[in-house]
């Protein structure tokens, strides 16, 4: 069964820094996409950043684009965001999901695998 856990979320002000962390466990991951995506009070969930765990290739909505970079880790199941010059627009609570195989989709409906969120807040 897959399990994923994130971790890393807080309060910062503007022009910050965090770093998000996916732990991922229950199978194997080298043929998925990992994606993060973030949900607003009163907002629909939308897409951040996604990789494909094999060739590690990337995609990003614009609004992050040269701020938050999506990676993974080479020995452990783990995908990190990090996010840098961090805005009010940024508050949410952030999402880690998985889908196989690892097609980079920017739909959250394509990812059948969820993890329990982790809440960022951004100070003006």
């Known amino acids: 069964q897959v399990r994923l856990v994130e971790s890393g979320g807080g309060l910062v002000q503007a022009g910050g820094s965090l770093r998000l962390s996916c732990a991922a466990s229950?199978?194997?991951?080298?043929?998925?996409?990992m994606g993060w995506f973030r949900q607003a009070p009163g907002k629909e969930r939308e897409f951040v950043a996604v990789i494909n765990w094999s060739s590690g290739a990337t995609t990003y909505a614009d609004s992050v684009k040269g701020r938050f970079t999506i990676s993974r880790g080479n020995a452990e199941n783990t995908v990190y965001l990090q996010m840098n010059s961090l805005k009010p627009e940024d508050t949410a609570v952030y999402y880690c999901a998985v889908r196989f195989p690892g097609i980079r989709s920017v739909a959250a409906r394509d990812y059948p695998y969820w993890g329990q969120g982790t809440q960022v807040t951004v100070s003006s």
């Open positions: 229950g199978r194997t991951f080298s043929s998925s996409a």
